[in-house]
């Protein structure tokens, strides 16, 4: 089997982020309940190129992987640049010099986002997870198993709904040659 590859799953998120409706629901997962975005695309990612499902046990390794680069860097860079968003940060001539500072803060803080990526690709290399044959069920098993850890089942709904907008079916018709 084909090693699982960090720039694929980062194509991936970008890609699934952009679809309407992914970002604010990420986002409220974040903010609202506590779950990590690069997480959640990962069990997204990992049922539709592979039928995975993550145990508990697997999400609760992966999560340790990535929470010194959470805690230590894309936290605070997150922290910074949404200060830096807020109306009251800055005026008149510093406002255009603090949008910039916010830019460079904001492609910082994505580089991180994407070391996250491949540190979780690195451990979820490592595991030996069960696969489940929908794809769709797969990845709502996963997030099942996340909604726990997080201990936030009021996030359900949510997280179907990712998974529904995420998630695509792979084709039953042969690739041409």
């Known amino acids: 089997m084909k090693p699982l590859d960090p720039d694929t ?8 982020y952009a679809q309407p409706g992914v970002a604010d629901i990420c986002l409220s997962l974040q903010d609202d309940h506590g779950f990590d975005v690069n997480l ?17 046990t697997e999400l609760r390794f992966l999560l340790a992987e990535i929470e010194a680069t959470n805690s230590e860097v894309i936290g605070p860079l997150r922290q910074a640049r949404r200060w830096l968003k807020a109306p009251a940060s800055t005026s008149g001539a510093s406002a255009a010099k603090a949008q910039r500072v916010r830019r460079l803060i904001k492609m910082a803080e994505l580089e991180g986002e994407r070391l996250a990526q491949h540190l979780l690709i ?3 290399s490592a595991l030996g997870a069960e696969s489940c044959a929908d794809l769709l069920n797969a990845a709502n098993l996963s997030l099942t198993a996340y909604t726990r850890i997080v201990n936030e089942t009021d996030a359900a709904d949510a997280l179907q709904s990712l998974a529904r907008l995420v998630v695509k079916e792979r084709s039953k018709d042969p690739l041409p040659s």
């Open 40 to 56: 959640l695309l990962l069990c997204c990612w990992l049922a539709q190129l592979r039928s995975i499902v993550l145990s508990e």
């Open 122 to 124: 690195s451990a979820a």
């Open 9 to 16: 799953f980062w194509r991936f998120s970008v890609s699934a």
